[in-house]
């Protein structure tokens, strides 16, 4: 079965602008995470989405949102971007108790 | 406030020997915990996980421990490979939400 897919692979944006990112889960998996990478951060959780709820919220400001549809695709937005939003972002499926399945993730630079 | 710890940011080790990846956790309501190796460029992948209730999980190569009195586990590869070259992350759960580590990364040198 297909992975989780998350578009774009890549983006470069400017401070001060906004960005989306988007996060299809395996099919049949209903909670969505998000999580931000950053040298030397590991992997910081950012937002957990359930059946278009979110269920769980990291220590992010509220710059950083996301949401669910009811196919279970997720998006995030990031507004107002500042430099230091410059990072790898991970999208993760989970149909159960068992761990995630990490898509390949977006990496977005901001200059 | 950082759960997981993984203290040492990097490890390398000559192939053939063995690999000891370690992690320490805060909260012991944690009671299922994973293993996530990550290549550049691509996402986390799954590598082996343990339930509270055992303190060994064993699969092929790759050997888990649980020591849950000292709130450690640790990641055995034994023989460590110049492939297994990659960030390991460690993850706990408390059922709610996963926690990771900052990520150990691993050279195998040939």
């Known amino acids: 079965k297909a992975g989780v897919t998350q578009t774009p692979r890549y983006l470069i944006k400017t401070r001060g602008q906004q960005v989306t990112l988007s996060c299809s889960p395996i099919s049949g998996h209903r909670s969505v995470s998000w999580y931000q990478q950053t040298p030397g951060q590991g992997l910081q959780f950012l937002f957990e989405?359930?059946?278009?709820?979110?269920?769980n919220k990291g220590n992010f400001p509220g710059r950083f949102s996301g949401r669910q549809f009811s196919n279970s695709r997720s998006e995030m937005n990031v507004s107002t971007l500042e430099l230091g939003d410059s990072a790898l972002y991970l999208c993760?499926?989970?149909?159960?108790?068992?761990?995630?399945?990490f898509g390949s993730g977006t990496r977005l630079t901001v200059v | 406030d950082q759960q997981v710890k993984q203290n040492s940011p990097s490890l390398s080790v000559q192939e053939g020997r063995i690999s000891i990846l370690n992690c320490d956790y805060t909260n012991s309501m944690f009671d299922y915990f994973l293993w996530y190796k990550k290549y550049p460029a691509e996402g986390p992948t799954f590598l082996i996980s343990i339930s509270s209730i055992k303190d060994k999980n064993e699969d092929g190569r790759f050997t888990v421990f649980l020591n849950k009195s000292a709130k450690h586990l640790s990641l055995h590869i034994v023989p460590s490979q110049p492939g297994d070259s990659a960030v390991y992350f460690c993850?706990?759960?408390?059922?709610?939400?996963?926690?990771f580590g900052t990520g150990t990364s691993l050279t195998v040198i040939p």
């Open positions: 989405y359930f059946s278009e709820t979110q269920r």
């Open positions: 993760a499926s989970r149909g159960g108790r068992m761990g995630y399945t």
């Open positions: 993850a706990a759960s408390d059922y709610n939400q996963f926690y």
